[in-house]
């Protein structure tokens, strides 16, 4: 198989990433795209220290488990299948599924630190940045956080100031203006992220086609 085209997209946490790509991937078949996502890569937290409150810091690139992911992107190059345990998130509620990740004429690298780490950043064709302002950004975090996912108010505050922003302004922010496409999603209007993957979707058709 020919190398693939790879696009590498990373976001704020609260800028939208997770509807982009599922609207993005929506446009293709499963042999025609494949993702593989950082947030799969995570080291388990038992694994890490604790700190004083208790509250494990999984926005650092040390969280992840570097070496594997890159390995895992390679073997995709190569047109090898990938099998990767899900991440759960330290949930003992969910059995994690095994993944299996095939290669495809178009790879989505997806995570954090993508653009971080020089030897993924490297393989990327085309870098797309989702953003928000950091007011409309930490309000979809507590919705998230508070309503889907039942965590506490006071832990989800203080990840978001000691983790989550820290952490987007020294891995993620220096990197946007060398992206080639950078989305400002303020509004939450489906439509203005479906007309972004839609043109996305139509250039990309006649790279492999």
Known sequence: MDKPYVIGIAGSS??????????????????????????????????????????????????????????HIKDLFDGKTVFKEEYTFNNPNITPKMLQINPAPILVVEGLFIFHYEEVNQLLDYRIFLDADEPIALERRLRRDLIERGYDHD???????????????????????????????????????????????????????
């Open 14 to 71: 609260g800028s939208g990433k997770t509807f982009f790509l599922k609207s993005f991937l929506n446009h293709f078949s499963e042999d025609e795209v494949t993702l593989i996502s950082q947030d799969d890569y995570y080291i388990p937290a038992n694994t890490k220290t604790r700190e004083e409150n208790r509250l494990y810091n999984f926005d650092l690139p040390t969280a992840i488990n570097r070496e594997l992911f890159y390995a």
């Open 155 to 209: 832990d989800v505050m203080y990840k978001w100031t000691n983790h989550v922003v820290p952490s987007y302004n020294e891995y993620l922010l220096p990197y946007r203006e060398q992206c080639n496409l950078v989305i400002r999603n303020n509004v939450d209007d489906p439509q203005v992220i479906q007309d972004f993957t839609n043109t996305i979707a139509v250039d990309l058709r006649k790279r492999i086609g």
